[in-house]
């Protein structure tokens, strides 16, 4: 049966996420963009030139005391799009129609959100860029994958096989499924320690990673010893051995992929 395959999918999944990304201008994508709801928001909203700022300048009490409220607001809240309002646009609905519809056919799946959980029953195999959800809804945060690597925790060595753990984020499992888990040098190492991560996946239970530390340049990400992406937290972090006074590395959680080509 001609099924779309994965690797079209994946295609067909990124540039629904991209144009999401993109048609809203999304600062969690790209600090650089220069339009967008978040850009209108600082430009109108906020600072010197705000709708609030104009409203105080204005001598007419009511007028003051009707409108600066909301604009005040504004100012503290900035407004989001609500998840899957683009799914209002009939050609975007469409477009994802015609996936369930082609899933349901060839597949025998319910829908694309079926289909990708059949897909990742097992393993995570193939799962849509945070902001397809964000945007579109239609999957699951099962389905879902971080739009951008996060910091889960940090640790600073006090000495040989010695230091300090903190915890900094968490993968939001409301929103998104599970991760590879990395160690990123933070500036460049002195020595290579030999590290242990206690590591939460998905479903809850507690697993222990290690890795060593061997490449000591600045930024420099290390495998941990389960590469699999099924981790959204930390609790511990220890070395065995190794650590200079000073040194500090992060655990990271990876997104999937780069959406910026798509």
């Keep these: 049966m001609p099924v779309i395959t994965n690797s079209q999918l994946q295609v067909w999944l990124d540039k629904f996420a991209r144009f999401c990304t993109e048609a809203v201008?999304?600062?969690?994508f790209s600090a650089g963009?220069?339009?967008g709801m978040e850009k209108g928001s600082m430009d109108v909203f906020s600072?010197?030139?705000?709708?609030?700022?104009?409203?105080?300048?204005?001598?007419?009490?009511?007028?003051?005391?009707d409108l600066l409220p909301t604009a005040r607001d504004l100012d503290e809240q900035h407004p989001t799009p609500p998840d899957g309002f683009l799914l209002t646009v009939k050609e975007i609905s469409a477009?994802?129609?015609a996936m369930d519809k082609h899933v349901q056919r060839y597949a025998g799946a319910k829908s694309l959100d079926d289909h990708l959980s059949t897909l990742n029953a097992a393993t995570?195999?193939?799962?849509?860029?945070g902001h397809f959800r964000k945007y579109l809804g239609k999957i699951a945060a099962?389905?879902?994958?971080?739009?951008?690597?996060?910091?889960?925790?940090?640790?600073?060595?006090s000495g040989a096989a010695a230091g300090t753990?903190?915890?900094?984020?968490?993968?939001?499992?409301?929103?998104?499924?599970?991760?590879k888990l990395v160690l990123k040098n933070v500036g460049a190492l002195t020595t290579g320690p030999v590290v242990s991560v206690s590591a939460r996946k998905l479903d809850g239970t507690l697993t222990t990673l290690t890795a060593t530390?061997?490449?000591l340049t600045d930024a420099h990400e290390t495998d941990l010893s389960d590469t699999t992406k099924l981790y959204v937290d930390t609790t511990n972090i220890t070395i065995a051995s190794g650590g200079t006074s000073g040194d500090v590395f992060k655990v990271v959680a990876k997104t999937d992929r780069s959406i910026a080509s798509a």
């Design 124 to 129: 995570p195999t193939l799962r849509a860029h």
């Design 95 to 97: 477009a994802l129609t």
């Design 47 to 65: 600072g010197a030139g705000a709708l609030a700022a104009y409203l105080l300048t204005l001598t007419d009490e009511d007028v003051i005391a």
């Design 25 to 28: 201008g999304d600062p969690e």
């Design 165 to 179: 753990y903190s915890h900094l984020s968490a993968v939001d499992k409301t929103k998104y499924a599970g991760a």
């Design 33 to 35: 963009f220069n339009a």
């Design 213 to 215: 530390i061997s490449v």
């Design 142 to 157: 099962k389905n879902s994958f971080i739009p951008n690597d996060l910091d889960l925790a940090s640790f600073t060595a």
